[in-house]
């Protein structure tokens, strides 16, 4: 079974940037869509980004025009570009394969705060 390992969360600024990155741990698995959910505390977990096999992208409202999510199909790694952060960004992220149903990452801590 494919393992994810995520990595890149930390402590910025409101108006920073940080970026995230996830590994799988096998990089000759097929896998059709990777992504990154968050969860803050009190909250259900969402979906803030995530990219197919084909290239094709899919943002949460909130991610749109900040965030912007690329992959490298032959490694399965998958980098999350956050700018213009929010104190409302702060959470959890969880890296994900093949959806909801998928694989998990272990999650990395964000914190947007002065």
């Known amino acids: 079974q494919v393992q994810l390992v995520e990595s890149g969360g930390g402590l910025v600024q409101p108006g920073g940037s940080l970026r995230l990155f996830c590994a799988a741990s096998?990089?000759?698995?097929?896998?059709?869509?990777m992504g990154w959910y968050r969860q803050a505390p009190g909250k259900q977990r969402e979906l803030v980004a995530q990219?197919?096999?084909?290239?094709?992208?899919n943002y949460a409202d909130s991610a749109k025009g900040r965030f912007t999510i690329f992959r490298d199909n032959g490694e399965n790694t998958v980098l999350m570009q956050m700018n213009s952060l929010k104190p409302e960004d702060t959470a959890v992220y969880y890296c994900?394969?093949?959806?909801?149903?998928?694989?998990w990452g272990q999650g990395t801590q964000v914190t947007v705060s002065s």
């Open positions: 990219i197919t096999n084909g290239g094709g992208r």
């Open positions: 096998k990089s000759s698995v097929s896998i059709y869509i």
């Open positions: 994900n394969a093949n959806g909801a149903a998928g694989t």
